[in-house]
């Protein structure tokens, strides 16, 4: 009895000295106080209505113990807590934190807060009405912010759904993004990636950012600009995810996981993403041969093609916080891609009068598979000082490509009797392959040396060798044995290897902002036809005679003339290096009638870009206003001409030309043009000056055209929204011609419930004109060349979220679950 009155004084005393000693056990002590403590209560505005999904953490120190977010009626419950002394700190954007001294111990193990009252923070509101058109046009001293989340009409599919309502940026006809008419090099999290648009789901974007002009912090090759799609991420504890369906015609599928679980020092990342058409297309080539003005013949062509395609793309990524300031994140990407591709094709040779010479048809199957995986590590480390910070990472991917090809081409005469003397149908099997490996090592520091200075190094290393080759093969009828037909086989190799370093410096003058930065960059390209034993190289720098082939500087001017108003000015320099298939002198067979060869004299073209940019709040949008200037030495440029052995065969090669300039007005305004009712304007005017000749023949033009973006977004009661938008890109000219106008509408429908359901229906291309082309006049021939990506299609999505703010919660027993499971991390 003695020893149960011992034991109990005992444990008395151990709790009273765990209650005054915050909660912590004594020294040596074994026994824990159990996670039974509430903090609950109600979060309200000035005019006490509740704030939804307001973030409230409990701290110690400045550890997170525990966290949610309000409900729709403002409450919200801490669970499971420990005794001890804490901080409640309440957030939500636009109001002034709270921050509120707790004590739990066994007295009051459960606690009503009452009602807190968050107020108004005037100087965050600015900056807050400003956030919220960052989604149209913010602007930072080197890239404009585009917020993509909320766009309804490309939920559920690809990147290319999302270009479609970025300012400025247009899809050429393989879909590959362009930024003002030059190819974009694409990034993802401000990295380099070998994923094309179709293989990134458009659910796991959050931002785009347009880089228009790229500082030397960027790859020199980047003539085109940068556009860096940023993907969803979360850095706070617990976990959240979401699971997107949908359906539509033509055979559309597609279907999303992802799931984030966060618990310092572990971060764990999984996506997995489907994605299936099939787009039956149409297109068409007219061409009119020409012998001195006059008229000597004609071909007609046309296509009808089934395009099949399935993606599948799975990741996962692991963090470690090593500490607090140094993190390891390993991640690995798969995505896997099957191509289909039926094509039927007539074709028709007439004489200048329009009578039949001949016609034919030819049906091509192709069936394209592919694999790509990529490996990172990467290493970051914060510092004390806030914005100081050093991060490296190792990148390794890997491509592998199957794509065989069977083709019968069936030629008739006049009368449609089959040509004698030559096998028909013609049969040939082209057996294409491609291995390509890439290997990238990249290490940046920023140091802001105080508020208005910041010095940037960097170094990056990258390394491309591949493997390809394409033998083409002809039925014999005589012998019954497929022949290899070694004038249109090739087998390649590939070694590029780029080496650069950079610096930037930015500082403050006067109220001018100045960022100076210069990038130097060693590059050596080498292709080796290993079937006709012909090598094509170029390097540079190859002595010290040209080092200035290598040296890119940048400068960027910004001055911010009050809350409202700011301007920009930049310029650079930048190097295109010419890619294999422009350079490998080999015959790329397309149709009958088209052929491309590459042209093993080319060399680099050098670009100067110059951009000067205002941008205006309004009070009820803004407004963002750029003039520019490119020039660019030695450009590449197609040029396309017939064969000398046969004149229906029309040659594509690349030239360099001697110089070309454009120069333009870039316009973005987003405006609330009624309650509920947004709207978003963009239009590029461009006028174009091309100097190039070939054998003496100019393939000079110049002219002017535009594009033009219209997005309505209308904000319905009970969570509905519609959105509206369409696109029109005037004919611009090019060496030989011009391309023909582009021009379509798309539009939306979602219903958001209370930000768990996200019900989505859209329609692409609503009145099915989205068809691309292009007029080239020469001495030659004219032709008229239409094709189409894709049709008019309906989809439906259905988007799941869900999430948890949980700080332990790998460490909490099944029946101690915390309330309010809302999705709240969205």
Request: proline letters at 4%; hydrophobic letters at 35%.
């Given at each position: 009895?003695?020893?149960?009155?011992?034991?109990?004084?005992?444990?008395?005393?151990?709790?009273?000295?765990?209650?005054?000693?915050?909660?912590?056990?004594?020294?040596?002590?074994?026994?824990?106080?159990?996670?039974?403590?509430?903090?609950?209560?109600?979060?309200?505005?000035?005019?006490?209505?509740?704030?939804?999904?307001?973030?409230?953490?409990?701290?110690?120190?400045?550890?997170?113990?525990?966290?949610?977010?309000?409900?729709?009626?403002?409450?919200?419950?801490?669970?499971?807590?420990?005794?001890?002394?804490?901080?409640?700190?309440?957030?939500?954007l636009?109001?002034?934190?709270?921050?509120?001294?707790?004590?739990?111990n066994?007295?009051?193990?459960?606690?009503?807060?009452?009602?807190?009252?968050?107020?108004?923070?005037?100087?965050?509101?600015?900056t807050?009405?400003?956030?919220?058109?960052?989604s149209?046009?913010?602007?930072?001293?080197?890239?404009?912010?585009?917020?993509?989340?909320?766009?309804?009409?490309?939920?559920?599919?690809?990147?290319?759904d999302?270009?479609?309502?970025?300012?400025?940026?247009?899809?050429?006809?393989?879909?590959?993004?362009?930024?003002?008419?030059?190819?974009?090099?694409?990034?993802?999290?401000?990295?380099?990636?070998?994923?094309?648009?179709?293989?990134?789901?458009?659910?796991?974007?959050?931002?785009?950012?347009?880089?228009?002009?790229p500082?030397a912090?960027?790859?020199?090759?980047?003539?085109?600009?940068?556009?860096?799609?940023?993907?969803?991420?979360?850095?706070?504890?617990?976990?959240?995810?979401?699971?997107?369906?949908?359906?539509?015609?033509?055979?559309?599928?597609?279907?999303?996981?992802?799931?984030?679980?966060?618990?310092?020092p572990?971060?764990?990342?999984?996506?997995?993403?489907?994605?299936?058409?099939?787009?039956?297309?149409?297109?068409?080539?007219?061409?009119?041969?020409?012998?001195?003005?006059?008229?000597?013949?004609?071909?007609?062509?046309?296509?009808?093609?089934?395009?099949?395609?399935?993606?599948?793309?799975?990741?996962?990524?692991?963090?470690?916080?090593?500490?607090?300031?140094?993190?390891?994140?390993?991640?690995?990407?798969?995505?896997?891609?099957?191509?289909?591709?039926?094509?039927?094709?007539?074709?028709?040779?007439?004489?200048?009068?329009?009578?039949?010479?001949?016609?034919?048809?030819?049906?091509a199957?192709?069936?394209?598979?592919?694999?790509?995986?990529t490996?990172?590590?990467?290493?970051?480390?914060?510092?004390?000082?806030?914005?100081?910070?050093?991060?490296?990472?190792?990148?390794?991917?890997t491509?592998?490509?199957?794509?065989?090809?069977n083709?019968?081409?069936?030629s008739?005469?006049?009368?449609?009797?089959?040509?004698?003397?030559?096998?028909?149908?013609?049969?040939?099997?082209?057996?294409?392959?491609?291995?390509?490996?890439?290997?990238?090592?990249?290490?940046?520091?920023?140091?802001?040396?105080?508020?208005?200075?910041?010095?940037?190094?960097?170094?990056?290393?990258?390394?491309?060798?591949?493997?390809?080759?394409?033998?083409?093969?002809?039925?014999?009828?005589?012998?019954?044995?497929?022949?290899?037909?070694?004038?249109?086989?090739?087998?390649?190799?590939?070694?590029?290897?780029?080496?650069?370093?950079?610096?930037?410096?930015?500082?403050?003058?006067?109220?001018?902002?100045?960022?100076?930065?210069?990038?130097?960059?060693?590059?050596?390209?080498?292709?080796?036809?290993?079937?006709?034993?012909?090598?094509?190289?170029?390097?540079?720098?190859?002595?010290?005679?040209?080092?200035?082939?290598?040296?890119?500087?940048?400068?960027?001017?910004?001055?911010?003339?009050?809350?409202?108003q700011?301007?920009?000015?930049?310029v650079?320099?930048?190097?295109?290096?010419?890619?294999?298939?422009?350079?490998?002198?080999f015959?790329?067979?397309?149709?009958?009638?088209?052929?491309?060869?590459?042209?093993?004299?080319?060399?680099?073209?050098?670009?100067?870009?110059?951009?000067?940019?205002?941008?205006?709040?309004?009070?009820?949008?803004?407004?963002?206003?750029?003039?520019?200037?490119?020039?660019?030495?030695?450009?590449?440029?197609?040029y396309?001409?017939?064969?000398?052995?046969?004149?229906?065969?029309?040659?594509?090669?690349?030239?360099?030309?001697?110089?070309?300039?454009?120069?333009?007005?870039?316009?973005?305004?987003?405006?609330?043009?009624?309650?509920?009712?947004?709207a978003?304007?963009?239009?590029?005017?461009?006028?174009?000056?091309?100097?190039?000749?070939?054998?003496?023949?100019?393939?000079?033009?110049?002219?002017?055209?535009?594009?033009?973006?219209?997005?309505?977004?209308?904000?319905?009661?009970?969570s509905?929204?519609?959105?509206?938008?369409?696109?029109?890109?005037?004919?611009?000219?090019?060496?030989?011609?011009?391309?023909?106008?582009?021009y379509?509408?798309?539009?939306?429908?979602?219903?958001?419930?209370?930000?768990?359901?996200?019900?989505?229906?859209?329609?692409s291309?609503?009145?099915?004109?989205?068809s691309?082309?292009?007029?080239?006049?020469?001495?030659?021939?004219?032709?008229?060349?239409?094709?189409r990506?894709?049709?008019?299609?309906?989809?439906?999505?259905?988007?799941?979220?869900?999430?948890?703010?949980?700080?332990?919660?790998?460490?909490?027993?099944?029946?101690?679950?915390?309330q309010?499971?809302?999705?709240?991390?969205?």
């Open positions: 009895m003695k020893i149960n009155i011992v034991a109990f004084l005992m444990l008395a005393l151990s709790i009273g000295m765990s209650a005054q000693n915050n909660g912590a056990p004594a020294a040596g002590s074994k026994f824990k106080m159990p996670n039974i403590g509430r903090l609950y209560g109600k979060i309200v505005d000035g005019s006490k209505a509740p704030v939804s999904y307001a973030s409230v953490i409990l701290l110690k120190g400045d550890s997170v113990i525990a966290g949610n977010f309000t409900k729709d009626n403002g409450d919200f419950s801490l669970d499971n807590l420990p005794v001890g002394k804490f901080t409640v700190k309440v957030t939500f636009g109001y002034k934190t709270i921050q509120k001294p707790v004590v739990i066994m007295q009051n193990l459960e606690q009503d807060l009452g009602n807190l009252t968050l107020g108004a923070d005037d100087k965050l509101l600015k807050v009405e400003i956030d919220a058109e960052k149209a046009s913010e602007m930072s001293i080197d890239r404009k912010v585009f917020n993509v989340d909320k766009d309804i009409t490309s939920k559920g599919g690809t990147a290319m999302v270009m479609k309502n970025i300012p400025s940026v247009t899809l050429d006809d393989n879909g590959n993004a362009q930024l003002r008419q030059n190819p974009a090099t694409i990034y993802i999290d401000g990295r380099p990636t070998t994923l094309t648009l179709d293989q990134i789901p458009s659910d796991q974007i959050d931002r785009v950012e347009v880089i228009t002009n500082s912090k960027f790859e020199a090759s980047a003539t085109g600009g940068i556009i860096n799609i940023v993907m969803k991420t979360n850095s706070k504890p617990g976990y959240n995810g979401i699971l997107t369906a949908g359906v539509g015609t033509n055979d559309r599928y597609n279907g999303t996981f992802a799931l984030n679980i966060r618990q310092k572990w971060g764990l990342a999984i996506v997995y993403n489907y994605n299936s058409s099939d787009n039956p297309v149409h297109g068409y080539t007219n061409r009119t041969s020409l012998l001195n003005g006059e008229t000597t013949g004609y071909l007609n062509s046309s296509d009808n093609t089934n395009f099949k395609h399935t993606f599948q793309m799975g990741s996962i990524a692991v963090d470690y916080a090593l500490n607090n300031r140094n993190t390891l994140t390993l991640s690995q990407n798969i995505v896997a891609g099957d191509f289909l591709t039926h094509d039927n094709q007539t074709f028709n040779y007439l004489d200048q009068n329009g009578a039949s010479l001949g016609s034919g048809y030819r049906t199957y192709t069936h394209t598979q592919f694999q790509n995986y490996t990172k590590l990467l290493y970051k480390k914060t510092f004390p000082k806030k914005g100081q910070e050093l991060t490296a990472d190792i990148d390794y991917n491509l592998t490509a199957l794509s065989p090809s083709y019968s081409t069936t008739l005469d006049q009368w449609g009797n089959a040509l004698p003397g030559q096998p028909n149908p013609a049969l040939q099997v082209n057996n294409g392959s491609n291995i390509s490996q890439m290997y990238t090592f990249q290490a940046d520091y920023v140091n802001p040396i105080n508020d208005s200075t910041k010095l940037e190094l960097g170094v990056r290393s990258n390394y491309r060798p591949s493997l390809s080759y394409l033998d083409v093969s002809e039925l014999n009828y005589n012998t019954g044995v497929y022949a290899l037909d070694t004038f249109l086989t090739s087998h390649y190799k590939i070694k590029d290897l780029v080496n650069a370093a950079y610096i930037n410096y930015s500082t403050r003058w006067k109220r001018l902002d100045f960022m100076l930065g210069m990038r130097f960059e060693d590059s050596y390209y080498q292709g080796i036809l290993t079937d006709k034993n012909a090598t094509f190289t170029y390097e540079y720098p190859s002595s010290t005679d040209n080092i200035m082939n290598s040296l890119f500087p940048s400068l960027f001017i910004s001055k911010t003339l009050n809350s409202k700011q301007w920009q000015f930049n650079s320099r930048k190097l295109n290096r010419p890619n294999y298939r422009q350079m490998m002198p015959i790329m067979f397309s149709d009958k009638s088209n052929y491309t060869i590459g042209n093993p004299n080319l060399t680099p073209e050098f670009i100067t870009l110059a951009e000067a940019n205002f941008s205006q709040q309004l009070n009820k949008g803004n407004f963002l206003f750029t003039l520019f200037y490119r020039n660019t030495m030695n450009p590449l440029t197609p396309s001409y017939p064969s000398l052995t046969d004149p229906t065969v029309l040659i594509t090669t690349t030239i360099n030309g001697k110089q070309s300039n454009t120069a333009g007005v870039d316009f973005t305004l987003k405006y609330e043009l009624v309650k509920n009712l947004e978003t304007w963009n239009v590029n005017l461009f006028y174009t000056v091309i100097d190039a000749s070939y054998e003496g023949t100019s393939v000079s033009n110049q002219g002017s055209n535009y594009t033009t973006k219209l997005n309505f977004v209308y904000h319905f009661p009970k509905f929204n519609f959105q509206l938008s369409g696109s029109y890109e005037s004919p611009k000219v090019i060496p030989q011609g011009t391309t023909t106008a582009l379509f509408a798309d539009c939306g429908l979602s219903k958001d419930i209370k930000k768990f359901l996200i019900f989505t229906l859209s329609v291309d609503i009145f099915n004109t989205k691309r082309g292009t007029n080239l006049i020469t001495d030659q021939y004219t032709q008229e060349l239409v094709t990506r894709e049709i008019r299609y309906v989809k439906f999505t259905v988007t799941m979220r869900f999430g948890k703010a949980d700080a332990s919660i790998f460490k909490r027993k099944p029946q101690q679950q915390q309010g499971d809302d999705g709240g991390f969205f």
